[in-house]
């Protein structure tokens, strides 16, 4: 399908050249895709996704990518205008299954604080998962993504400051991490480097960037935007960055994590704050581990 006066940030104004579709048409056409769409992102097993999500995934409807240019990087424009999906969007009567709206989002609230889990603080946190977007801290608690990867989940907001309580179980794990994810945009790739100050007296705690970089949006296909106006004074890079990532960067080029489909969202933060896999179980690793099991210990005569 083609575009509908698609601009190269989302909300922008039409490309020149392109003309956009007649109003109606337009409008029939995008709410097609938002069913379309909506169906996509909550599979499998009734994914819940953000409206920003949403968005994304009609703008995958609308510009599909064709097989032939999946192995080429590349990170085109949203194929939509973000105020046509907005309006089509408050237009529909019947809710679509699966969107996180205010209520369910603040339903979801922090996965970590006193008022939800007030004896959290009382044990090692091994692992905390901080997002830059609010909304997607949300989404993936309402997807149980902490209780599967046992990791607290917040947003940037609401580690600044870092809780001293939160601190306290991050040094009495050990070894401890906080994995963050953030857009592919100056103040995400910022973000890691601003927590691993935050938790500078911990000892032992590392703070690991789960992405986006601009190589991960190219790579998956991302539709990027383009900020507005004059580029602010640019924020000082992490190092690893390519050329042309610094490059995409410095032409006021973001990718936000929202346009990552939800169900290859999901699987890389569990994958990412879990680690790797345990072995397989088999009737050897079963002997060794009854070896070390506490007063069932393998007997030594």
């Known amino acids: 399908m083609t ?27 995008v709410d097609r895709a938002i069913t379309v769409a909506a169906r996509r992102a909550g599979e499998p097993g009734g994914i819940r996704f953000t ?26 424009g949203p194929a939509l205008r973000l105020p046509l999906f907005t309006r089509v969007l408050a237009a529909r009567t019947a809710p679509v299954p699966g969107l996180l709206d205010a209520a369910a989002l603040e339903a979801a609230g922090p996965a970590a604080g006193p008022a939800r889990e007030p004896d959290l603080y009382d ?41 001293p309580r939160l601190l306290t179980g991050l040094a009495r794990a050990g070894g401890a991490t906080v994995h963050v994810l953030h857009d592919a945009s100056p103040a995400g790739l910022a973000l890691p480097g601003e927590l691993r100050a935050a938790v500078a007296e911990v000892p032992g705690v590392r703070v690991v960037s789960l992405g986006l970089a601009p190589r991960h949006a190219t790579a998956l296909h991302l539709a990027s935007g383009r900020a507005r106006g004059p580029l602010p004074r640019p924020a000082p890079l992490p190092g690893g960055l390519r050329p042309q990532e ?3 960067l410095a032409r006021g080029r973001f990718a936000q994590v929202a346009a990552v489909p939800p169900d290859r969202l999901l699987r890389a933060v569990l994958r990412l704050t879990r680690g790797p896999r345990p072995p397989r179980p088999s009737v050897l690793t079963e002997l060794r581990g009854l070896r070390a099991a506490g007063f069932m210990t393998w007997p030594t005569t």
Request: aromatic fraction near 4%.
């Open 123 to 163: 044990y090692g946190l091994p692992r905390l998962l901080v997002c830059q977007d609010l909304s997607i801290a949300r989404m993936l608690v309402a997807n149980h993504v902490h209780l599967e990867a046992a990791c607290p989940v917040l947003s940037a907001a609401e580690c600044r400051p870092l809780d």
């Open 3 to 29: 575009a509908l006066g698609s601009a190269a940030r989302p909300g922008g104004g039409r490309r020149a050249g392109r003309a956009p579709l007649a109003g109606g048409l337009a409008v029939q056409l």
């Open 246 to 248: 610094v490059a995409w």
């Open 51 to 76: 409206e920003r999500q949403l968005y994304y995934a009609t703008c995958r409807v609308l510009r599909p990518v064709p097989p032939g240019l999946r192995r080429i990087p590349r990170s085109p």
